[in-house]
């Protein structure tokens, strides 16, 4: 079945930009909608984005000045970038793939395990 | 954005008890509404979407409907495992948006 694995670096300066990849197995990227979501310690979920397989995104106005969500079909990968962070983007931040139906979307059903993130100098 | 507010924010039920909580959003979703578990260390999973439709492997005791203008997720009989944090998500408009979560605890 399709499995998701987050990758990069656990610490991130602040000022400095914050790269996160998630690899997709089991199943072609293609064809999908995948977000990627964060969780501030002891806190809430926060949607970060979302990206087509044909790379047509969808950002959280609140993140977006500083975002970027790419996807690379022939590593079966998208990945994040958030620029300019400071320590309120620590996090656990999980990607997930975001289900389309003909007219709306239908949940995240899959979810990497997610990985830590902590901006400190 | 759409704000979704949960209620209660925690509770403590034993073994067996019929457990429900409640998501409002702060403007109309349509049906556009989803359900996650999530336990401690672990990636939110989905339970229920649009409303009312289970996820594919998720046991039938769990439930959910609309009510009004509210949402419920209802466990008909709490087992051990429903422990941890339940949050609604709307998939309606964008950004998605998530509940501040139900803390769940086994008495």
């Known amino acids: 079945q399709v499995q998701l694995q987050e990758s990069g670096p656990g610490l991130v300066k602040p000022s400095e930009t914050l790269s996160l990849t998630c690899t997709v197995s089991?199943?072609?990227?293609?064809?999908?909608?995948w977000s990627w979501v964060r969780q501030p310690p002891g806190g809430g979920l926060e949607w970060i984005g979302y990206?087509?397989?044909?790379?047509?995104?969808n950002y959280n106005p609140s993140l977006k000045s500083r975002l970027t969500i790419s996807v690379d079909l022939s590593k079966n990968q998208f990945s994040l970038k958030l620029g300019s962070v400071t320590a309120a983007d620590t996090a656990d931040y999980y990607c997930?793939?975001?289900?389309?139906?003909?007219?709306?979307?239908?949940?995240?059903?899959?979810w990497g395990q997610g990985t830590t993130v902590t901006v400190s100098s | 954005d759409t704000q979704m507010t949960q209620s209660p924010s925690s509770l403590s039920a034993s073994v067996g008890d019929r457990v429900t909580i409640t998501c409002r959003a702060s403007q109309s979703i349509n049906t556009y509404l989803n359900w996650y578990h999530q336990q401690p260390g672990k990636a939110p999973k989905l339970l229920i979407y649009?409303?009312?439709t289970l996820q594919r492997g998720v046991p039938s005791r769990f439930s959910g409907r609309p009510s009004g203008t509210d949402f419920t997720l209802t466990i008909s009989s709490l087992q051990p495992e429903d422990f941890g944090v339940y949050y609604c998500q709307q998939s309606h408009t964008a950004p998605w948006t998530f509940g501040q979560g139900t803390r769940v605890d086994i008495k």
């Open positions: 990206i087509y397989y044909n790379g047509v995104t």
């Open positions: 089991g199943d072609s990227i293609t064809g999908y909608h």
């Open positions: 997930a793939r975001d289900r389309r139906g003909a007219n709306y979307f239908y949940g995240m059903d899959v």
């Open positions: 649009a409303t009312s």
